[in-house]
T-cell receptor
């Protein structure tokens, strides 16, 4: 169990640029979640996958956001035409099954700063 | 919609003193509740969870929480604080048909000598 890995740890970008983050879940975990955390707030749900299928997307996830999980392994989260309001910590988590029976394992996050 | 509210964004205690972090829930159905901890520069870790099996739930590192339906609360306690307990603590409720967690705004715990 090497834990959930996120890359990069930090990303600074200019407004209007596109960014992509990567998450490698714990192997054999079939569920993968993306959350966003801003200063003074708890993590907010963005989307989750079961294997390669994206089963739910939050209304927070505008059209500029897209997430993929090809082959049900790693996942990418892309933000197009970044805005200053996108500045946040983006968290990835994985679990072996439903949240009630299998705890979420979180990565250390990717901190995005949009200037 | 189910939600949780954490009272007190910052709590400071002396080493050895009781830790009490407050969480109240809002739910029209019996909730499943969780406490997570986030140490500096680390990912969130599960401390404990309530699944209706027992109202007093014991977690890791000496923490426990009691589910009180009459007070709609799920406060986190530890009898004696240690310096290593300094972290941010999040209460969460299971939502979305059991497929996701909705977190509170967090409480930063500071432990002083």
């Amino acid at each position: 169990d090497t834990g959930v890995s996120q890359d990069p740890r930090h990303k600074i970008t200019k407004r209007g640029q596109n960014v992509t983050f990567r998450c490698d879940p714990i192997s054999e975990h079939n569920r993968l979640y993306w959350y966003r955390q801003t200063l003074g707030q708890g993590p907010e749900f963005l989307t989750y996958f079961q294997n390669e299928a994206q089963l739910e997307k939050s209304r927070l996830l505008s059209d500029r956001f897209s997430a993929e999980r090809p082959k049900g392994s790693f996942s990418t989260l892309e933000i197009q035409r970044t805005e200053q309001g996108d500045s946040a910590m983006y968290l990835c988590a994985s679990s072996l099954g439903q949240v009630l029976n299998s705890p979420l394992h979180f990565g250390n996050g990717t901190r995005l700063t949009v200037t | 919609a189910q939600s949780v509210t954490q009272l007190g964004s910052h709590v400071s205690v002396s080493e050895g003193a009781l830790v009490l972090l407050r969480c109240n829930y809002s739910s029209s159905v019996p909730p499943y509740l969780f406490w997570y901890v986030q140490y500096p520069n680390q990912g969130l870790q599960l401390l404990l969870k309530y699944t209706s099996a027992a109202t007093l739930v014991k977690g890791i590192n000496g923490f426990e929480a009691e589910f009180k339906k009459s007070e709609t609360s799920f406060h986190l306690t530890k009898p004696s604080a240690h310096m290593s307990d300094a972290a941010e603590y999040f209460c969460a409720v299971l939502t979305g048909g059991g497929n996701k967690l909705t977190f509170g705004t967090g409480t930063q715990l500071k432990v002083e000598l």
